[in-house]
């Protein structure tokens, strides 16, 4: 794979994205248009190209082999919640430790790794990514909330939050994948043209979400340049090493990398509100880790390839 014919498509990504930019700052994009939206595209769309994923491809995988995805998605997100644990606590951060925590350790693995992944690989490479919500969403809504709450005081799990369409999806495609059920061609034509939009509408509207924020004040923080430094050259760096020590198969490998090199994932800055942290410095985490992961993705692939 040349990483050449990435440029191509992350220059899209970045003019999409400033598209939705621009129009949050002209208020033709409000919040409440991010975020219906974001709900759509996850709940709609993602769900679709999750679908999608394994309507399209003829592979077939032994329990064993699924075994070393599942292992190789598990690194490509523990490794995250590791570093960022331990920076956060080596930083001293006081009040905003857990907030500095999440944004290293959640990455957008749907709104940016999936369809960079899509336009590197195609479905297979979709079907690995849509599995990486299995660890993603377990981690998250266990001690990613745990560290929210505190540990002063008594935390709630909430089963809806850790079961989202998504997932829910990906069980529904691992089914498909592992029975082969004859599936009508209308529903095929519907997943694939539902699936086709999911790419320039999760850019528009990471684009429009990040309208709010304001771009001096987001790099003017040191700290959160560390943070950038940790999510998106530590970790996957990290990340592609051990998964030398995990299999052979080349798509596998780039897609979880590319996972972990994925900027912090906006949801980060949604459950800081939940539960009454500082979302402005979340925010501010989030857009500057996603403007840079349009430089640093590339250079990654450039790496490790």
Request: glycine share 6%.
């Amino acid at each position: 794979m040349e990483v050449s014919t990435l440029i191509p498509k992350m220059t899209i990504f970045v003019v999409l994205m400033v598209i939705g930019y621009l129009c949050a700052k002209t208020n033709f994009a409000g919040r409440e248009f991010t975020r219906d939206a974001s709900k759509m595209i996850i709940n709609v769309f993602m769900t679709a190209t999750i679908i999608n994923s394994v309507l399209v491809t003829d592979a077939r995988l032994t329990g064993r082999e699924l075994a070393i995805i599942m292992l190789a998605l598990c690194i490509a997100i523990v490794v995250g919640w590791i570093l960022a644990a331990i920076s956060c606590r080596v930083m001293g951060l006081g009040e905003r430790a857990p907030l500095f925590e999440l944004l290293i350790a959640v990455v957008n693995n749907m709104f940016i790794a999936l369809p960079v992944v899509e336009a590197l690989f195609g479905s297979e490479a979709v079907f690995y990514c849509s599995l990486s919500c299995i660890p993603f969403n377990i981690i998250l809504y266990t001690y990613g909330v745990y560290r929210l709450q505190g540990s002063g005081g008594k935390v709630t799990i909430r089963l809806k939050d850790i079961f989202t369409i998504p997932l829910l999806a990906t069980f529904v495609a691992l089914a498909i994948f592992v029975l082969h059920p004859p599936v009508p061609e209308v529903l095929r034509e519907l997943a694939s043209s539902t699936a086709a939009a999911t790419m320039p509408l999760s850019m528009i509207v990471i684009g429009s979400s990040l309208g709010s924020v304001g771009l001096l004040d987001a790099f003017k923080n040191w700290k959160l340049y560390i943070m950038c430094f940790i999510r998106l050259l530590v970790c996957p760096l990290l990340v592609w090493l051990l998964l030398g020590f995990v299999t052979d198969d080349l798509v596998l490998k780039v897609t979880s990398t590319i996972i972990a090199a994925s900027p912090s994932a906006v949801i980060v800055s949604v459950l800081a509100i939940q539960y009454d942290r500082d979302a402005v410095f979340t925010s501010e985490g989030i857009l500057l880790s996603t403007v840079f992961s349009m430089v640093t993705i590339p250079l990654v692939l450039y790496m490790i390839l």
